[in-house]
C-alpha cells in the first residue's frame, strides 16, 4: 500500500511521483528506443503505425472520453490532415511547417464540426459526425484536381532538416516523439483547468454551467483540441500508406477509433493507447491465427469484422470500464495481494437518465 | 404532355417508392427508439441479412416467392427477438451510449457473419414483378415501384391498427411513454421491448426484400439505415409521423438532386440534409421539442 505524502506543491504535480513508476516508465522508455533494432523489420513498421493510432486514439479520447460527445467521423479529420499534409509537402513546404498546417487546418474543420454540438448533443451529434464523415469520402473522391479522385495520389517521403526519415527506423522514432509530445501535452492539458472544465461538461451540462463553465465554448474547444492532433495523426499516416486514397479513411476507420476508445476504457489516455494497442494488432493477429482455423472460415474476409464486434460486445457487456478499468483492478490485486476486495470495483446497479422530457 | 413535366411526376413516383422504403426502415428505428430508448444502428444490417436470407430460400433452396417471404420475415421476427433477449438485455438502464456502442458491436457481428457465409459478390433473386411494367398515362412505372409502395402502405397501416387497436399495442405506447409507470401497471416491459425488436427486424426484412430486387442483394445493402436516419431527423426524431414523411421526402431529393444538380449530388444529399436539419432547424418538420433532464 502507498498514501501520497507531499511535502510541497511540485511533489504533488510531478506526473511520476513514485520510484517505481520511474522505473517502469525508463524501463518502457528504453524498450522502445531500442526495439528498431531487436525486433525484425516487419514489426518495427506494425510499432510505427501503432504510435500513429494511438495518437488518434488519444485525440478522440479527449472528445469522447473526457468532454462525452461522441464522434463517428474522426476518420474524416485523419483523411483532411493527410490529404492536406501531402498536398503542402508537394508544394516544396517544410516537414514541420507542413505537418503544423495540416494539423491547422484540421483543427479549422474541427472548429466549423464542432459548431453544431452547442445545439445538439448525444445520439444526434453521432450522425453528425456520421454523415460529416460520409461527405468527406465522397467530396475527397470527387475533388480529382487536388486530391486525385478515387486513384488517389502518392505521398512524398518525410525529411527533417535535411535528413531523410523515410526508412524504417527514421519513421519510427519520428512517430514515437510525436506520440510522446502529444501524450504529455494531453496529460498536461487534461489535469489542468480546461481538462476539468472538459469533465465538468461530460459529467453534467447544467453543473457545469451553474459553475460558470461556457459550456458551449468548451464543447467547441475539446472538438477543435480533437481534430488538430487527428490531423497530426492523419499526416503521420499519409507517410505510413505512402499512398492515399479515399477507401484508406472510410467509415470503418471512424468506427476502428471508437472502438480503440471504448475498449481502452473511457476517461483515460492510458486507456485510449491500450485500446489503440489491441485494435491496432488485431488484424496481425488474426491473419497470424488464420492458418489454424479450417478453411471455409478461414478463406472468409468477413472475419476480421466480426471479431470487432465481437469484442466490442464483450467489452461493453462485461467490462464497461475497458481495458484500463481490467488494468486498474490487477493493480488494486497486486498491491494489496492477499487482501484484494472484489467488491471495490462492482457495478452498482444504474438507472437510465431518460433523454426524454415526459 | 410536355416532357418537363413528365419527367418530373416520373422523378416524383421514383422517388416515394424508393422512399417508402426508406420510410419502413425510419419506422422502425423509430419504434425501438421510442420503446426502448436504444437507437439501433444494427437496423440496416438485420435488413441486410434478411436480404440475403431471402435470396438464399428463392434461389438456393428454389422455394417459390411467398413463401420465402414468410419464412424470411419469421426468422428476422426471431433474430431481432434473440438479440434484444440475449444481448440488448444485459445493459438495460446502462447509459444511453453503451446502447449505441452495442447496436454498433452487434451490426459489425451480422455484417462480418454475412460476408464469411456469403461472400463479396453481389446477387439478385427474381420476383414475382421483376421486367414487368406498367404505364400510367404518359409515365412508366416499374411495378416492383409499385409493389414497393403498396406494401409500405399496408405495413404502416397495418402498424397502425396494431398500435392503436391491439392491448400489446397500448402497451408498446405505454411503455415508450414511461417504462416505470408501464411496469407498475402490470406490463412485462423487458418482454415488451424483445417484442418490439421482433417486431421491427420482421419490418426491416420486408423492406430488405423489397429493396434487394432494386438495388441487389448486396453487403452495402446496410447503408440504408443513414437514409434512414436522415428520414427520421428530418420528420423529427421520435415522431412516427415524421418518420413516414420524412421517408418519403428524402427520396424525392434524391431522386430529384440526380437530376437537376451536379454529379455526385444524388449520394450526398441524404447527409447534407441531416446535417443541416439538425444544425438549424433540430425539431424537424413534425418533431416534438425535445430537451434533456438536468
Known amino acids: 500500500m502507498r498514501f501520497a505524502y507531499d511535502t510541497s506543491y511540485s511533489d504533488a504535480q510531478q506526473l511520476l511521483r513514485y520510484r517505481s513508476q520511474w522505473i517502469c516508465y525508463g524501463a518502457l522508455a528504453i524498450a522502445l528506443i531500442v526495439a528498431p533494432w531487436l525486433l525484425p523489420a516487419y514489426y518495427v513498421g506494425e510499432l510505427s503505425y501503432l504510435f500513429i493510432v494511438s495518437i488518434a486514439s488519444l485525440a478522440l479520447m479527449v472528445l469522447t472520453g473526457f468532454t462525452g460527445q461522441v464522434s463517428l467521423g474522426h476518420a474524416a479529420f485523419m483523411a483532411i490532415g493527410a490529404y492536406t499534409h501531402t498536398l503542402l509537402l508537394d508544394q516544396g513546404i517544410g516537414f514541420i511547417p507542413s505537418i503544423l498546417g495540416a494539423a491547422t487546418l484540421t483543427g479549422f474543420v474541427g472548429f466549423i464540426i464542432g459548431l453544431p454540438a452547442i445545439r445538439v448533443s448525444g445520439l444526434y451529434l453521432a450522425m453528425v459526425t456520421l454523415a460529416y464523415a460520409m461527405l468527406t469520402e465522397q467530396i475527397i473522391g470527387r475533388w480529382k484536381d487536388v486530391t486525385g479522385g478515387f486513384t488517389g495520389i502518392p505521398v512524398s517521403p518525410p525529411s527533417l532538416f535535411g535528413y531523410d526519415l523515410s526508412s524504417l527506423k527514421g519513421f519510427y522514432f519520428l512517430c514515437l516523439v510525436i506520440l510522446v509530445a502529444v501524450l504529455l501535452g494531453l496529460i498536461n492539458l487534461m489535469r489542468g483547468r480546461t481538462g476539468r472544465a472538459f469533465i465538468g461538461v461530460r459529467d453534467s451540462e447544467a453543473a457545469a454551467a451553474t459553475l460558470g463553465i461556457w459550456v458551449g465554448g468548451y464543447k467547441v474547444l475539446a472538438f477543435v483540441i480533437s481534430a488538430f492532433v487527428t490531423g497530426i495523426a492523419g499526416a503521420l499516416l499519409a507517410h505510413h500508406l505512402q499512398f492515399l486514397t479515399p477507401d484508406g479513411f472510410s467509415v470503418m476507420l471512424s468506427m476502428e477509433l471508437v472502438l480503440m476508445v471504448v475498449i481502452g476504457g473511457l476517461g483515460s489516455l492510458r486507456g485510449a493507447i491500450f485500446g489503440a494497442i489491441l485494435i491496432g494488432m488485431l488484424p496481425t493477429l488474426i491473419s497470424k491465427i488464420k492458418p489454424l482455423l479450417p478453411t471455409s472460415i478461414s478463406s472468409q474476409f468477413g472475419l476480421e469484422t466480426f471479431v470487432f464486434g465481437l469484442i466490442l460486445a464483450l467489452f461493453v457487456m462485461f467490462e464497461p470500464n475497458g481495458l484500463n478499468g481490467r488494468w486498474l483492478k490487477l493493480k488494486i490485486l497486486f498491491e494489496n495481494f492477499p487482501l484484494y476486495r472484489r467488491n471495490t470495483f462492482r457495478r452498482g446497479k444504474t438507472y437510465m437518465h431518460s433523454e426524454r422530457y415526459r | ?294
Not at chain 2, 109 to 124: A, D, I, K
Not at chain 2, 145 to 167: D, K
Not at chain 2, 182 to 208: E, P
Not at chain 2, 243 to 269: H, N
Request: glycine fraction near 10%; charge should be positive; aromatic fraction near 10%.
Open chain 2, 1 to 294: 404532355m410536355d416532357a418537363q413535366v413528365v419527367q418530373i411526376l416520373q422523378l416524383t413516383l421514383n422517388g416515394i417508392s424508393i422512399g417508402s422504403i426508406y420510410a419502413l426502415v425510419a419506422l422502425g428505428i423509430v419504434l425501438t427508439y421510442k420503446a426502448t430508448e436504444v437507437l439501433n444502428f444494427a437496423y440496416g444490417d438485420i435488413l441486410m441479412m434478411s436480404a440475403f436470407i431471402g435470396w438464399g430460400l428463392i434461389v438456393v433452396a428454389g422455394i417459390p416467392f411467398w413463401p420465402a417471404a414468410l419464412i424470411t420475415i419469421l426468422i428476422a421476427a426471431m433474430l431481432g427477438y434473440f438479440l434484444d433477449r440475449h444481448v440488448m438485455r444485459t445493459i438495460v438502464g446502462q447509459p444511453q451510449f453503451a446502447g449505441v456502442m452495442l447496436t454498433i458491436a452487434l451490426a459489425f457481428m451480422l455484417r462480418g457473419l454475412v460476408s464469411m457465409g456469403f461472400g463479396p459478390t453481389s446477387r439478385s433473386y427474381p420476383t414475382p414483378w421483376t421486367g414487368h411494367i406498367t404505364h400510367i398515362g404518359p409515365i412508366v412505372v416499374t411495378d416492383l415501384n409499385l409493389v414497393i409502395l403498396a406494401a409500405a402502405l399496408i405495413v404502416t397501416a397495418l402498424l397502425f391498427l396494431f398500435l392503436r387497436y391491439t392491448q400489446l399495442g397500448v402497451a408498446i405506447q405505454a411503455s415508450s411513454q414511461n417504462q416505470l409507470a408501464a411496469y407498475l401497471c402490470g406490463i412485462r416491459v423487458k418482454r415488451l421491448n424483445s417484442f418490439v425488436w421482433a417486431l421491427t427486424a420482421a419490418m426491416a426484412a420486408v423492406a430488405g426484400l423489397l429493396l434487394a430486387p432494386i438495388a441487389l442483394v448486396d453487403i452495402s445493402l446496410w447503408f440504408v439505415v443513414l437514409k434512414g436516419l436522415a428520414a427520421l431527423v428530418l420528420g423529427g426524431f421520435g415522431s412516427i409521423p415524421g418518420a413516414i414523411l420524412g421517408g418519403l421526402l428524402i427520396g424525392l431529393i434524391e431522386q430529384f438532386a440526380g437530376v437537376y444538380l451536379p454529379d455526385g449530388a444524388k449520394e450526398m444529399s441524404a447527409q447534407l440534409v441531416l446535417i443541416g436539419v439538425l444544425i438549424f432547424w433540430p425539431r424537424g418538420l413534425l418533431g416534438e421539442a425535445h430537451g434533456r433532464r438536468v
